[in-house]
């Protein structure tokens, strides 16, 4: 029987089994001794046999002994022999003679010094004493022993009922002993003494068939239904009856007619059971492998519990017949967890540890160590530390947030140095923040217990403010620096070269959140307040020009200090960032020839060097130098290999400039479709909070002025506006937003708004800012009265020969040859497409061909006939004949696949082919 969960249900026993016991009861009661091993694995069925057979033998007048070995006992002398006499079915005189006895041979055989296989003459003695008593207790009626889970048996009692079994073949003595197949007893030669005897027999207990769990399922559930749910009940328990009734309870209890996933209290108790009735070995083998199974590590509980693999193996083949495991594993978690359960909370962290150990030599993966760190909640070898960080970086790659800062909140804890814990507490900023964004401030102070020099807590908090806005996490930024200015740490850093120049960058990048800092007034940078020096370190300086210039502050001093910086500084990871951050400053002056010269040869050596971040920062920039120099192509070239090395996770992260670049680069080529789908996948509705927020505004501002529409363009612009004028970055060389804003009230026919607009940008404007100068000529000739164009336009022209920016020169030439058309002068009206047409063309007839990088050229004798494609059709050509089809084509190139279909039939046209195949035989020719 079984009792779970207030449910009684019944399970057949071995039909074979139970009549050979009651034969072998039939020939004790007629005066034949007997020995019977009942083999069985725990909790199969040997209680309930034992059971029946004392209620058989006390109903044929016998006197039945029993006992239950348990592990507890295991070291008391007659411990097993003492329950017996204790647990005698009546009670006579001989029963106080034999428990007299028992405690006079415990404290002999208590004595130091007794070999477990042997038995000495003073034991001797003990034994014969205690078989005569028995002897005389046959002599009131037939005497039964029995003893359940012999494994835990003490050894002596053991060495006594061997004794006693060697002495009873013709007495009225039956000795019934149930064990567990393979486990390692007490006393080693026990079974097979047993077994030598002629009077001794093995009964053999099997799991519970399919037929026989249906038959206990019938106990609860109609005959279809047990059926049904048989074959998975008998999965799950092996066959086991203790665990068949714990499943067949668990179900009753929780409705729905299968096990619960959500857990089985039943089973998991029932489990428990078998553990503890175990012998120790394999309860030990069975809780390592439950911590193992953990990473799928099952081959190491060997090197794990330090056991010999052969006891391993003998105890695995127990808890395979036991119906806790399969070959593969445990049959059910629950049995797993709760074999965890049964561990003592040192034990289970312990085991852990010794896991992560040896994974860790096997050079397992970090996921797998880390693991069973985390299960251990401990990191104490040198190596724990790093491998949580690098198993927390594929957590975070993987958008696992909660197992990735569990994994960084361990190593915090266990880190040991100053530095090795702020390198720590960045990591878990980055995976805190993107859960929740007011627990960033407490990372940005001091450990507790650690005295850390303001330098490094300086470094520690620009690194982390600065992830959080790379990962466009302005929420979680703006409250880092609330933190920061309210609790006196911007105070206590004032003199950290680190901190200043974050300062300032964050100024000119990000002002909206400079201002979250004490003493960032709105009306003015970070340098411009009386008695402040002038910033020191590379990275400050260079923020500092950059603040000057989008401020509109464009002194020669200012422009030849950035040529000298450019000039000294060595490119290496130190300075890459500060010669960046100049190379944008000379931009923003409108200086896109200087840019360009100093552009070209830090993107090349950066490419050179192979350095991805140093490759992505100056193609942005160049990107930016090749749309003020009017080489939209060369824009997106180097706009796509920016984004190419460092990814840019389009509608999820902020756009950035090499995107928004991207868009003004295809909008000026004519390729609107391309331009709105890259909008439409970043597309936000954020409210600008940085330098690169701005420029994104002014190129979707275009594009819905190329779309023809107005509206939308002027909302963008406005918004550009707004911003730019707030910060205090209202340099027209930066966004020229008053002439965009211009230009979308024109499409609205709203000229008077326009030229007041144009005329405030011309008289703001700096003599340096050439470029700028002439477009904002040409918007304002477009606002005015057609017979006022010409002269604003011929000085626009004027200008463009001091910054060639070809595409503004092709506006200006257009809009020149319309105006004089429209008041009659035909002559040198058709003159001016053509010189529009040619100028349109690249200054430096640059082609880009991919594997070469932006700013490389292709010539005929390298490839002849495919140097006549553009360059967008060379990138489409060269991909297409790498096998790639025309969506994949698309994506990499950030086009549409209609513009690739486009592409493809002019390519096949100049070429002179017809399929895919001739324009691979073309470009293999090309490179032969």
């Not at 999965?235 to 096990?259: C, K």
Request: glycine fraction near 8%; charged fraction near 25%; charge should be neutral.
């Amino acid at each position: 029987m079984g009792h779970y969960g207030g449910i009684i249900v019944s399970f057949s026993c071995n039909d074979r089994a139970s009549t050979q016991l009651n034969r072998m009861l039939g020939s004790c009661l007629g005066r034949k001794g007997g020995v019977v091993l009942i083999d069985g694995t725990v909790a199969s069925g040997k209680t309930e046999l034992l059971r029946k057979l004392s209620e058989q033998a006390i109903d044929s007048g016998a006197i039945v002994l029993s006992a239950l070995a348990v592990q507890t006992e295991k070291d008391i002398p007659f411990g097993v022999v003492d329950q017996l006499a204790h647990n005698a079915s009546v009670q006579f005189g001989e029963i106080a003679e034999l428990q007299e006895t028992i405690a006079a041979g415990a404290r002999v055989a208590a004595a130091p010094g007794a070999d477990p296989e042997r038995v000495n003459p003073e034991h001797g003695r003990v034994l014969a004493q205690l078989h005569g008593a028995m002897m005389r207790l046959v002599a009131r009626g037939p005497l039964v022993i029995m003893v359940d889970d012999l494994h835990h048996a003490d050894q002596v009692s053991l060495q006594f009922l061997c004794y006693l079994a060697r002495r009873i073949l013709n007495k009225r003595v039956l000795l019934v002993c149930g064990v567990l197949p393979g486990a390692v007893p007490t006393f080693p030669l026990f079974q097979m003494e047993m077994l030598s005897q002629t009077n001794c027999q093995r009964v053999v207990l099997e799991p519970l068939s399919a037929r026989q769990v249906g038959d206990v399922l019938r106990e609860c559930a109609d005959g279809a239904e047990a059926a049904r749910l048989a074959p998975l009940y008998q999965r799950l328990s092996g066959g086991n009856p203790l665990l068949v009734n714990a499943l067949v309870a668990d179900r009753v209890v929780a409705a729905g007619g299968l096990p619960a996933e959500g857990g089985l209290p039943n089973y998991r108790r029932a489990v428990l059971t078998c553990l503890q009735r175990m012998d120790r070995v394999s309860a030990e083998v069975a809780q390592g492998l439950s911590v193992l199974e953990a990473t799928g590590s099952r081959h190491l509980v060997d090197r794990l519990l330090r056991l010999d693999s052969v006891l391993v193996r003998r105890s695995q083949h127990i808890l395979v017949r036991s119906g806790l495991l399969t070959a593969q594993g445990y049959r059910h978690r629950e049995g797993r967890a709760a074999a965890l359960e049964s561990l003592a909370a040192g034990r289970r962290a312990e085991l852990h540890t010794e896991a992560a150990r040896l994974l860790f030599q096997e050079g397992a993966g970090v996921a797998e160590v880390g693991t069973h760190l985390l299960a251990a909640d401990s990191a104490k070898d040198p190596w724990a530390v790093p491998l949580l960080i690098e198993a927390a970086e594929q957590q975070l790659r993987a958008n696992q947030l909660d197992r990735a800062t569990a994994y960084v909140r361990l190593a915090q804890r266990e880190a040991v140095t100053e530095e090795q814990y702020a390198d720590v507490t960045l990591m878990l900023a980055r995976t805190e923040w993107r859960l929740n964004p007011a627990v960033v401030a407490r990372h940005l102070g001091p450990r507790p217990g650690f005295n850390s020099e303001p330098p490094l807590q300086s470094r520690q908090a620009v690194q982390m403010i600065r992830e959080l806005l790379e990962q466009g996490l302005l929420e979680q930024a703006k409250e880092a620096l609330r933190w920061a200015g309210e609790s006196g740490f911007d105070a206590q850093h004032a003199d950290c070269d680190e901190w200043n120049a974050f300062k300032i960058w964050l100024a000119c990048t990000y002002p909206p959140l400079a201002f979250q800092l004490a003493g960032m007034p709105e009306q003015a940078g970070p340098y411009e307040q009386s008695g402040r020096s002038q910033p020191t370190g590379d990275l400050a300086r260079s923020a500092h020009l950059l603040g000057t210039v989008l401020r509109g502050d464009l002194t020669n001093s200012g422009l030849e200090l950035a040529e000298d910086r450019l000039r000294t500084l060595q490119l290496n990871e130190r300075t890459f960032e500060a010669l960046g951050i100049t190379l944008q400053a000379l931009v923003y002056a409108d200086q896109y020839e200087l840019a360009y010269d100093w552009g070209r040869v830090l993107f090349k050596e950066a490419n050179d060097r192979n350095v991805l971040a140093w490759v992505a920062l100056f193609a942005s920039v160049m990107a930016e130098v090749m749309i003020g120099r009017g080489d939209p192509t060369a824009a997106a070239e180097y706009a796509r290999t920016a984004m190419s090395c460092r990814p840019y996770r389009i509608g999820t992260a902020r756009p950035g400039n090499p995107l928004a670049t991207l868009v003004l680069a295809l909008v000026e080529s004519g390729d609107l479709e391309s331009a709105g789908l890259l909008l439409s996948q970043a597309a936000s509705n954020e409210a600008p909070h940085g330098r690169e927020d701005l420029y994104f505004l002014h190129a979707r501002g275009h594009h819905h002025l190329a779309v023809h529409q107005p509206h939308q363009a002027l909302q963008d612009f406005e918004a550009c506006g707004r911003r730019m004028s707030a910060w205090k970055l209202d340099s027209p060389s930066f966004i020229p937003w008053r002439t965009d804003r211009a230009q979308a009230l024109i499409a609205l026919h709203r000229y008077e708004e326009a030229r007041r607009l144009a005329g405030e940008q011309l008289a703001e404007l700096d003599p340096l800012q050439h470029r700028t100068r002439a477009m904002t000529l040409r918007v304002l000739a477009e606002a005015t009265e057609p017979e006022q164009r010409p002269a604003l336009l011929e000085e626009a022209l004027h200008v463009t020969r001091e910054a060639p920016d070809h595409v503004e020169t092709s506006r200006i030439l257009d809009l020149l040859g319309r105006t004089r058309q429209s008041l009659g002068d035909a002559v040198t009206a058709t003159s001016v497409p053509r010189q529009s047409r040619n100028g349109a063309r690249s200054r430096d007839g640059e082609r880009l061909l991919p594997g070469q990088g932006a700013g490389g050229t292709a010539s005929r004798d390298e490839a002849r006939g495919i140097a006549d494609l553009s360059a967008a059709e060379q990138r489409v050509a060269f991909l297409v004949g790498k096998g790639r089809t025309n969506s994949e084509v698309a994506g990499e190139l950030f086009i549409t696949v209609s513009t690739v279909e486009q592409h493809l039939t002019r390519i096949y046209r100049k070429l002179g082919i017809k399929q895919r195949g001739d324009l691979r035989a073309r470009l293999v020719g090309s490179h032969a």
